[in-house]
């Protein structure tokens, strides 16, 4: 009987190992190309406002590729023009309800950090706080490649 016990257990030890193991790292999960599959504001505005920013979010949802080499350059295209740059991944973990920031420096001007949640092999989720008109933005980036 005994002898079962630790053939059991030693087999759940080797599957936990495999499994954990066989685990991506946050770096390697983000390496793809990514389109915007959704983006969200709750920005207050008026009807004709919010109909016209659901308008643009559509054209702006058709022209960008967002892209994220295993080398660390990256490339993002919007309407036609592509800014080259670097990425890098600040954190190894999200726990729940944290954060992982993916910084992103484009063509060595400007630096964006990225607040990921929900990070998958499909795509994230980017959570962009405005602290001028006090709201929040979160778009949905779907992995194409």
Not at 10 to 21: D, F, V
Not at 49 to 54: F, T
Not at 99 to 120: Q, W
Request: glycine share 6%; with cysteine.
């Amino acid at each position: 009987m005994n002898t079962i016990i630790r053939i059991t257990t030693l087999a759940i030890i080797a599957a936990m190992a495999i499994l954990t193991s066989c685990k991506q790292s946050p770096r390697q999960t983000l390496i793809g190309e990514y389109k915007i599959s959704d983006m969200t504001t709750d920005l207050k505005m008026s009807d004709d406002d919010r109909a016209a920013w659901q308008s643009a979010i559509e054209e702006y949802k058709q022209s960008t590729v967002f892209i994220l080499k295993g080398d660390g350059s990256m490339q993002q295209t919007i309407d036609g023009v592509t800014q080259k740059g670097t990425w890098e991944v600040l954190g190894e973990a999200i726990e729940d309800g944290e954060a992982m920031i993916l910084k992103v420096v484009l063509e060595g001007k400007s630096t964006i950090n990225m607040e990921i949640h929900d990070l998958s092999g499909n795509g994230f989720i980017y959570t962009q706080y405005d602290e001028n008109t006090k709201s929040k933005t979160v778009i949905t980036y779907s992995k194409t490649k």
